[in-house]
């Protein structure tokens, strides 16, 4: 059995003004791939079932993969496609199944479905007979272009996520018995016009995990072979943005449509508790001055994971603005200001302004005069993934009472490892401001004595009314509160 393995995989907010481009992705290709044996990785996790069967064959061919940013412009997704069709449909008709890791929130210009227009390009070179199976994680757009692509699919079950390589382990067992026993599996989706944000989100803690638990309990009752919900990406305006549950069942006996009709109204019961939480930069600030024990401000508006452009300076100037005068650790994304620090040196008093450097329209620049304590290239490896992360040229600047971590690209910032491989260490300031609208619990809040969901401006607001929604389906909840639900199932069964 040879089996072809593949990747595309970027999250991009459509309200970030800066679009990303081809060079933004890394590309590996061929065996390069097989390095991600033993990361927590989907493809990591695909290889540890795959390798178990010596009757297996893997053709690892490409993996494209880019950190959250705007929009994907018109050339930048035309050579991209290109380069991925390319690499993949030469092996039609050689071999006998295709695992392809995807993330399911892309958006291009010109193309609102790139994984839809990827899958649908790759089922036509290879016919109706060879499954195909993806991975996808639960922020992502499954379209109806794409279900009619495959024949299975899982996504990641835990938010903030962790089960990365469970997500492929899962996919990998999937496609096997697909092709083991010949399954053609069918697929039930119910689409819930709803946007989902906030702390019920969290899987440990929230609705949505208790949801997601019905969906784990069909799965190890073996009444389906994968089951979940989708909340979709609120920041990757398309057409078919909302939440959907999905079930996956061996047979065509009505058990997925009834499954995912249930999974979609425990979703819709708990919709006035997916709504983000947030409080005013004023208050939040208010309220700061009084501990004494370190706290953390959540900047979920400018969240680069999620798509941001990471220049928001918003947090930053309302600290200053009320006063708070104790030690504070924050990020920003600003490639002129590192530049500066890089061209002074070390010990250099500069002059700079900070932030404002890409979302001009939502964020003005700060005059600051800093001191530059540090220089770096950038470089850092993710606590939870073990992949490497570049925020380009960096520098720790202080001026005032801040400590200020200026970087050249927005990497992901949901963790700390930034922060250390620059020689930071949150736990020993008084607030640091966190860029990402979760983390792991032992990351922040297990040793803070707050976290303030600050509503700061950004093109990640959980405040989704306000983003300016042009393509998804309207009504959708919350932006229209009285938007209704038709509990309707559509059916994917491929017979080829």
């Known amino acids: 059995m040879k089996i072809l393995i593949a990747e595309c995989m970027q999250e991009i907010s459509s309200f970030n003004p800066l679009p990303s481009q081809y060079e933004d992705f890394k590309i590996d290709r061929g065996d390069s791939l097989l390095t991600r044996r033993g990361l927590n990785t989907s493809i990591g996790g695909a290889l540890s079932v795959f390798d178990q069967r010596r009757d297996v064959s893997l053709l690892p061919i490409i993996s494209a993969r880019a950190d959250s940013a705007g929009i994907l412009s018109a050339e930048g997704w035309q050579r991209l496609s290109r380069e ?27 193309e609102a479905d790139p994984e839809g227009f990827l899958l649908e390009e790759i089922r036509r070179s290879f016919g109706p007979q060879v499954p195909i199976v993806i991975s996808l994680d ?25 089960d990365f390589a469970d997500t492929g382990l899962r996919a990998a067992r999937l496609l096997l018995d697909i092709v083991d026993r010949k399954l053609k599996p069918t697929i039930a989706r119910v689409v819930v016009p709803m946007l989902a944000r906030g702390d019920e989100c969290i899987t440990k803690t929230g609705l949505y995990g208790d949801v997601l638990a019905d969906g784990q309990l069909l799965e190890h009752s073996g009444r389906a072979l994968a089951a979940g919900v989708m909340i979709g990406n609120p920041f990757t305006d398309a057409p078919e943005l909302c939440t959907q549950a999905i079930v996956v069942t061996e047979k065509d006996d009505g058990t997925a449509e009834s499954s995912a009709i249930a999974l979609a109204q425990s979703m819709w019961a708990g919709r006035h508790r997916l709504v983000g939480k947030l409080i005013a930069p004023d208050k939040a600030v208010a309220l ?40 504070v650790l924050a990020q920003i994304v600003d490639a002129p200001a590192a530049k500066a620090a890089h061209e002074a040196g070390v010990g250099a008093l500069i002059a700079i302004t900070l932030g404002g450097s890409v979302d001009r329209a939502r964020f003005e620049p700060l005059a ?10 950038g470089k850092a490896v993710l606590e939870t993934m073990g992949l490497p992360i570049d925020a380009g040229q960096s ?48 990351m922040y809040d297990q040793w803070v004595a707050k976290n303030f969901n600050v509503d700061a401006p950004g093109s990640t607001s959980a405040y989704v009314a306000g ?29 080829g």
């Not at 639960?138 to 962790?162: A, C, K, N, S």
């Not at 959708?476 to 559509?490: L, N």
Request: net charge positive.
């Open 84 to 110: 991925i069709l390319a690499a993949v449909l030469p092996h039609a008709g050689k071999v006998d199944a295709l695992y392809i890791s995807l993330h399911g929130a892309m958006g291009a210009v010109g």
């Open 138 to 162: 639960l922020h992502g757009i499954l379209t109806d272009r794409m279900l009619r692509q495959i024949d299975g699919l899982t996504i990641y079950q835990t938010y903030p996520h962790v």
């Open 288 to 327: 700061a001055q009084h501990f004494t024990n370190p706290i953390i401000f959540t900047d979920a508006a400018d969240a680069t994971s999620s798509g941001a452009s990471g220049d928001s300076n918003a947090l930053i100037k309302a600290l200053k603005a009320g006063g708070y005068r104790k030690r």
């Open 368 to 377: 600051v005069s800093a001191t530059v304590e540090s220089l770096s290239a």
């Open 395 to 442: 520098a720790v600047l202080t001026f005032e009472n801040f400590t200020v971590l200026a970087i050249s690209k927005p990497a992901f910032l949901f963790d700390r490892s930034l922060y250390y491989a620059n020689g930071l260490d949150p736990q020993r300031f008084d607030l640091t401001i966190v860029k990402s609208p979760h983390t792991e619990f032992h």
């Open 467 to 495: 983003l300016g929604h042009k393509l998804c389906a309207r009504p959708i909840y919350p932006i229209e509160a009285d938007t209704p639900f038709t509990q309707r199932a559509v059916t994917y069964r491929r017979r």
